[in-house]
């Protein structure tokens, strides 16, 4: 959006998110949270919850999110969409696909979210059939928050194969577009790591 910012990481290595400096940002200890210097009302101004920052960034740039009130609600839907189910379930089929539930012997939890990533991958591809993006031509804040994790599901997850990509031709498309975005393509190394296994 051009604003100039400063990333911090917040290592799970080390449970930075538990620290008391992290948790004054956000209680519910997760990532992101941002300190706006130049909040509304001037003062410094602290957010948490991706969706919620995502809002409040577009509506401080006027970028991303329709003026138009039924567009507007209609792109703060598909955000939601993401916050309740993509975030939430593909998060969940990353435990049980890549992290520690990988070993539990019982598959029926990983094969539930197998299951619920598969429907909510099938409802985004119907969604993108004749668009460009999630909300047409225009790029919104909707994309941003779903396509980063699309991209982690096929990759940092390793998921491609389980959820059966390839069965969803419009997601991919979109996707392949999106990771090429120069934004997009500077904040995925942002900040600069070594990414965990
Ligand atoms: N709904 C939240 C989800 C945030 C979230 O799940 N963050 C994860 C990483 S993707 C996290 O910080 N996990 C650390 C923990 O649970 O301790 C948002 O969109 O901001």
């Known amino acids: 959006m051009g604003l100039p910012y400063e990333p911090h990481l917040v290592s799970f290595d080390t449970q930075d998110q538990l620290t008391p400096a992290s948790l004054s940002l956000n209680p519910n200890n997760k990532i992101p949270a941002i300190v706006d210097p130049h909040g509304p009302d001037g003062e410094a101004f602290a957010l948490f919850e991706s969706g919620a920052i995502l809002i409040y960034l577009a509506e401080k740039t006027g970028l991303c999110l329709s003026a138009d009130p039924a567009l507007r609600y209609e792109t703060i839907q598909w955000l939601m969409f993401q916050m309740a189910g993509v975030g939430p379930m593909f998060g969940q089929l990353g435990f049980f696909h890549k992290f520690a539930g990988k070993d539990y012997e019982d598959k029926r939890p990983r094969d539930r979210y197998v299951a619920e990533s598969r429907r909510l991958l099938a409802?985004?591809?119907?969604?993108?059939?004749?668009?460009?993006?999630?909300?047409?031509?225009?790029?919104?804040?909707?994309?941003?928050?779903?396509?980063?994790?699309?991209?982690?599901?096929?990759?940092?997850?390793?998921?491609?194969?389980?959820?059966?990509?390839?069965?969803?031709?419009?997601?991919?498309?979109?996707?392949?577009?999106?990771?090429?975005?120069?934004?997009?393509?500077?904040?995925?190394?942002?900040?600069?790591?070594?990414p965990s296994t």
């Open 123 to 194: 409802v985004l591809d119907r969604r993108l059939s004749g668009r460009a993006w999630i909300m047409g031509d225009d790029y919104s804040i909707a994309d941003i928050a779903t396509f980063p994790w699309v991209n982690n599901l096929v990759g940092f997850y390793g998921a491609r194969e389980i959820v059966g990509f390839d069965d969803f031709p419009e997601v991919a498309r979109v996707l392949a577009v999106f990771v090429e975005r120069p934004a997009v393509v500077r904040g995925l190394k942002i900040p600069n790591r070594t």
